[in-house]
Nanobody, 122 residues
Framework: QLQASGGGLVQAGGSLRLSCAAS????????MGWFRQAPGKEREFVAA????????YYADSVKGRFTIFRDNAKNTVYLQMNSLKPEDTAVYYC?????????????????WGQGTQVTVSS
């Protein structure tokens, strides 16, 4: 089970840190990803991190502004979001996948969190 938190309302240029806590003992066996879905749009990939955190992968739209990292001892993956823009407004979902490496394909992920709302005002 994945529980995402940390969303909220922030002004453009501000920062937020999302957290995704996983239950169970096998967190380190899963690659993790963040996706987002804005109203009226399809879900899109944001960032991914490998099982041990050694590899990361970002969508071009967030590269240089967002950072994904994980703490396997705490069964938690994070998404640090800086320099937020109004177009970052969306519901953000974390996901876990039992594969090696990183992936931007939603179909590769086995488990999904409930989502947390991020709203960036201009």
């Amino acid at each position: 089970q994945l529980q995402a938190s940390g969303g909220g309302l922030v002004q453009a240029g501000g920062s937020l840190r999302l957290s995704c806590a996983a239950s169970g003992r096998t967190f380190s066996s899963y690659a993790m990803g963040w996706f987002r879905q804005a109203p009226g749009k399809e879900r899109e990939f944001v960032a991914a991190i490998s099982r041990n955190g050694g590899s990361t992968y970002y969508a071009d739209s967030v590269k240089g502004r967002f950072t994904i990292f994980r703490d396997n001892a705490k069964n938690t993956v994070y998404l640090q979001m800086n320099s937020l823009k109004p177009e970052d407004t969306a519901v953000y979902y974390c996901a876990a996948g039992a594969f090696i490496g990183v992936s931007r394909r939603a179909s590769n992920y086995d488990y999904w969190g409930q989502g947390t709302q991020v709203t960036v005002s201009s």
